[in-house]
Nanobody
Framework: QVQLVESGGGLVQAGGSLRLSCVASGNIFSRYAMGWYRQYPGKQRELVAAITSSGSTTYADSVKGRFAITRDNAKNTVFLQMNSLKPEDTAVYYC????????WGQGTQVTVSS
């Protein structure tokens, strides 16, 4: 069982920045594929960004050039740097980890005011 603890969400004005962090339990973090999804009210979760165990990254078209996902294997942590935030980025952001099975964090609210 992998536990994921997210932090860094909050309220920010449009054009501002936030950095989300997700700390994972366990001692094989470097083997996990990690990523971030977001969910709008009444909608399914959608992929925002992902990073493989080897460091390859994938981004949703809507965040390319504004968001960056990185990982620090020594700290069992994945980050999502979010710049040039827009009101449409307002959502609950979930961290996930995948290694044979998938695990999810509890979610963190990001609110971008116009």
């Amino acid at each position: 069982q992998v536990q994921l603890v997210e932090s860094g969400g909050g309220l920010v004005q449009a054009g501002g920045s936030l950095r989300l962090s997700c700390v994972a339990s366990g001692n094989i973090f470097s083997r996990y594929a990690m990523g971030w999804y977001r969910q709008y009210p009444g909608k399914q979760r959608e992929l925002v960004a992902a990073i493989t165990s080897s460091g390859s990254t994938t981004y949703a078209d809507s965040v390319k050039g504004r968001f960056a996902i990185t990982r620090d294997n020594a700290k069992n942590t994945v980050f999502l740097q979010m710049n040039s935030l827009k009101p449409e980025d307002t959502a609950v952001y979930y961290c996930y980890a995948r290694y044979a099975l998938s695990y999810w964090g509890q979610g963190t609210q990001v609110t971008v005011s116009s």
